[in-house]
């Protein structure tokens, strides 16, 4: 049993089961403090690590996008969860072609990790960085904003419907050790709303915290002006148990070693969609798809350029990666907010989509 995993039995023995969100909350914060994920513990690997041309799209769909609203002189180009800092330092980099953006853009991270802070600061040096514990503490202003894997990493709740009622998943205790269980029967409107035609039996999940930082953003965004990118993986409107646990790339036990694993659930992209509003909402797009009409074809060409056949392979595999449907490229979506006075952003089509 891991430090972690007895103070929390500990806990529950003393008051009781509690939520799935509780619980989460604490592993996810003992995770990213401990050690760098992306680093030599390899737990998983992100886009952007995956190719610099991920990165550079994003960044010039920013450049676009502040540009198509008047290039305002000054704005606050926020990422939520920016790992390494390689996402921003590869848009960044992109951003710089267009001309006074970098002078006007004032950089926030917001980040919780002290060993995810100390990686970004050193590779993002040049920018000044600034960091913030949560979105609700970005200053004013215009809000150009980007979130790859940032949802999926937050605390969720699952309830399973037994109708006309709902039950609540918890952990508890069996055996001394962490285990799920379900709570008492209740009615709950708000579920009922949400997910009307939900047989017996099945589980659904919302995210409270996430829900919460997509309204803080759709408000900036629509009062003050600018944008937001969010790219992770799930469904418009999913339900089923999705919550997974992964350690050096192998499923594990959420329960098992809470605070050695990174925990994740799907994204509900209507959920953050609604919670943003007013904001106008386009998307979710496949990533592939989003990728290609920025013209990552286009890029990889000019990457591969002269530098032999090896290299120009190895740059198809990472396009491929991205891109195709097997690997990252439908299971991925991209899911933009825009003030409500505003068309479609680069690489969504002309208007919200509901699949």
């Known amino acids: 049993m891991t430090p972690l995993a007895a103070t929390l039995a500990a806990r529950i023995a003393a008051t009781g089961p509690i939520g799935l969100d509780d619980f989460l909350a604490a592993a996810g914060q003992g995770y990213y403090a401990a050690a760098d994920p992306f680093g030599a513990r390899g737990d998983f ?97 215009p809000l150009y904003l980007i979130a790859n894997e940032f949802f999926d990493a937050l605390p969720i709740r699952q309830h399973r419907r037994a109708d006309p009622a709902w039950q609540e998943r918890r952990v508890g205790l069996a055996g001394g050790r962490l285990a799920f269980e379900w709570g008492s029967l209740r009615i709950d409107p708000d579920l009922d709303r949400r997910f009307p035609l939900t047989a017996d039996g099945v589980i659904v999940e919302t995210c409270p915290v996430g829900e919460v930082a997509a309204a803080v953003v759709g408000a900036r965004i629509a009062a003050e002006g600018g944008a937001a990118l969010v790219i992770d993986y799930g469904a418009w409107d999913g339900v089923g148990d999705t919550l997974q646990a992964l350690s050096r790339h192998a499923p594990v036990d959420p329960l098992a070693a809470p605070g050695t694993a990174d925990v994740t659930a799907h994204v509900r992209f209507r959920a953050l969609a609604e919670a943003a509003s007013p904001a106008r909402a386009f998307g979710p797009e496949p990533q592939g798809a989003f990728l290609e009409r920025l013209g990552i074809a286009a890029r990889a060409a000019r990457l591969a350029r002269g530098r032999g056949p090896d290299v120009a392979t ?34 969504f089509a002309d208007g919200p989509e509901q699949p």
């Open 45 to 141: 690997v992100t886009a952007p690590e995956v190719s610099q041309m991920f990165g550079e799209l994003i960044g010039a769909w920013l450049a676009q996008v502040w540009l198509d609203q008047g290039a305002p002189s000054r704005f606050v180009l926020a990422e939520l969860g920016p790992g390494r800092g390689t996402l921003m330092a590869d848009a960044l980099r992109a951003m710089a072609a267009a001309p006074g953006l970098l002078a006007a853009a004032e950089l926030w991270l917001v980040e919780t990790s002290p060993v995810l802070r100390r990686a970004q600061a050193e590779r993002l040096a040049s920018a000044a960085p600034r960091f913030a514990d949560r979105v609700s503490a970005l200053p004013p202003g």
């Open 314 to 347: 190895l740059i198809a595999a990472d396009v491929r990666r991205l891109t195709d449907a097997a690997e990252m490229g439908t299971l991925f979506k991209a899911l933009a907010f825009v003030p409500p006075w505003t068309g479609a952003p680069p690489g």
